[in-house]
């Protein structure tokens, strides 16, 4: 038998609950039907790792930072330090662990510092391909994150972004590196869409200042007066709840819009809505919207940078708002509440197109780009 090809996966956390590692462990999980798949984590801070791996994925965490294990002081890096993630304990992990891969394995790391030392330290007949996460045009607006997205790009034999677009502008600031996108794959099987007949608009996504929650609560207000027997939910947990609470007593909306904390079941809670509401500063490709395609929900969004604009089809599956536009954000909500119809047609659509984001379909792109790379 022909032995099979090891995909290295280079990542912050394989334990943590956020974005990233739910998406690389769903990666890793179908990934290891086709190659032997290894989870490298740099950092291990809890006892069990929040989202499930499959047995036959190898896990191997670096450093050990459970409360009581891990080191007293956290040094900062010396090869990023603008990195709050790394430390000059985990640079010598990592480096050690990528120096130690065999020949022949591809090394897939998912930040762009650890792209740069994936690049830089990967030996002789180890692939690197790197991974995008958020987008180009955030990165440009840090000086160090933007210098070593582009050093690491340069260095490495190949970069997966979320976006088309997002692989576009990486073109252009690197023509002479493989860049293409992939995106993310919904989390669970397309199931039956809503109903929509539930009067609620739902909101998830953790309670920080990237999500930027009160600018939905904001654009949501005239909605709670106008038409009062609708409701917002916002899922999710994070340091901006006691902020967004008293921006929702504030407005005195505080029957009508509703911070829900966490839930284990998003798919029961987009089943009950009718609509899914999201005003991020910026994103890479939301799973939110990915997920609320696959119950047949309108959406709505500001077209922030990047991945909005790669989903939303204005007008056919849901609203893309200029950023930053209140009344424009309001007046589509309201759109939504008031035409039944238009909502039900924008529900099918938003449907139909959650088929393209299936893990088969996003599979068959990985293990083609995969078997394309020879040893470097």
Known sequence: MTARREVAIL???????????????????????????????????????????????????????????????????????????????????????????????????????????????????????????????????????????????????????LTQADADDYRRLVPDTLITSIPNAISWPIGEPSSLSGKIIVAAGRLAEQKAFHRLIDAYAPVARKRPGWQLHIYGTGPEGRNLRQRIRDHAIGGRVKLMGHT?????????????????????????????????LPMIAYDCPRGPAELIDHGRNGWLIPDGDAMAYTAALLDLIADSELRAAMGRAAWQDAQRYEMPRVMARWRELLDSLGTA
């Open 11 to 161: 990542l912050m956390r394989a334990d943590g609950r956020g974005g990233i590692p739910r998406t690389v462990v769903n990666l890793a999980n179908h990934l290891v039907e086709s190659y032997d798949v290894r989870l490298i984590s740099v950092n291990r801070k809890q006892d069990e790792p929040y989202f499930r791996t499959d047995s036959r994925v190898a896990v191997d965490y670096l450093l050990d930072l459970r409360p009581g294990r891990g080191p007293s002081e956290h040094d900062h890096s010396t090869f990023a330090p603008f990195d709050p993630e790394l430390s000059a304990a985990s640079d010598l992990a990592v480096v050690d662990a990528v120096r130690a891969l065999p020949s022949g394995t591809v090394l897939l790391s998912t930040r762009p510092t650890l792209n740069l030392i994936a690049a830089e330290h990967a030996p002789p007949g180890v692939v690197t391909v790197g991974q995008e996460h958020l987008n180009l045009r955030v990165r440009e607006t840090d000086a160090d994150w933007h210098d070593v997205a582009r050093r690491s790009v340069k260095a490495l034999d190949a970069l997966v972004t």
């Open 264 to 296: 284990d079941d998003m798919p029961r809670v987009l089943r009950q809505a009718a609509g899914l509401a999201m005003t991020s500063i910026y994103e890479g490709l939301p799973m939110v919207l990915l997920e609320a395609m696959t119950s047949g």
